[in-house]
């Protein structure tokens, strides 16, 4: 028997949650390895949209039958500070961890930019991380859920495998 791997997924809340949502929906839907925890970044200004995450990925958990853990990190908006916080943020779940997941697709780009800074970093230290992004290829799909969107319109982008 294989040894049980712990996989944390990280990434930031912006105002469009299935942008949150769709990408950990698509890495269940194609069968990737499960996750153990959701680390959501936030700061002030969606703190109502964390919210609503959190009851849709509850929801989302239970229907495919899987024990996630959602955790919350409050940020800054502060670039200068953001993505040192992002920094920070990744080392303190990767410690236990055996894989990080980090996901671009939601928030705003300069906190995508942030993510991938950080990735960056702490691939350079040796830690085994994945970046995942859910590419919409028509806007027109926007805040809808992943099952009202066809395939054919999106891409998952999986790197770091």
């Not at 153990?36 to 609503?52: M, R, S």
């Not at 997941?101 to 800074?117: E, H, N, Q, W, Y």
Request: glycine share 4%; no cysteine; net charge positive.
């Amino acid at each position: 028997m294989g040894d049980i791997l712990m996989r944390v997924w990280i990434t930031n809340v912006g105002r469009q949650t299935y942008a949150v949502i769709n990408p950990i929906w698509m890495w269940l839907l194609e069968g990737y390895d499960p996750i153990d925890t959701v680390v959501l970044i936030y700061n002030e200004k969606v703190k109502h949209e964390k919210e609503i995450i959190k009851k849709k990925l509850e929801i989302l958990f239970s229907y495919y039958k899987v024990n996630v853990s959602i955790k919350f990190e409050e940020s800054t908006e502060e670039w200068s500070k953001y993505w040192l916080n992002f920094i920070d943020i990744m080392k303190k779940y990767a410690v236990d961890a055996d894989e990080v997941i980090l996901d671009l697709t939601p928030g705003r780009k300069f906190m995508s930019v942030a993510a991938f800074l950080a990735y960056n970093a702490l691939r350079k230290k040796g830690l085994n991380i994945k970046m995942v992004y859910l590419h919409l290829l028509d806007l027109s799909y926007q805040q809808r859920p992943l099952s009202t969107i066809p395939l054919p319109l999106q891409k998952f982008i999986v790197r770091g495998e």
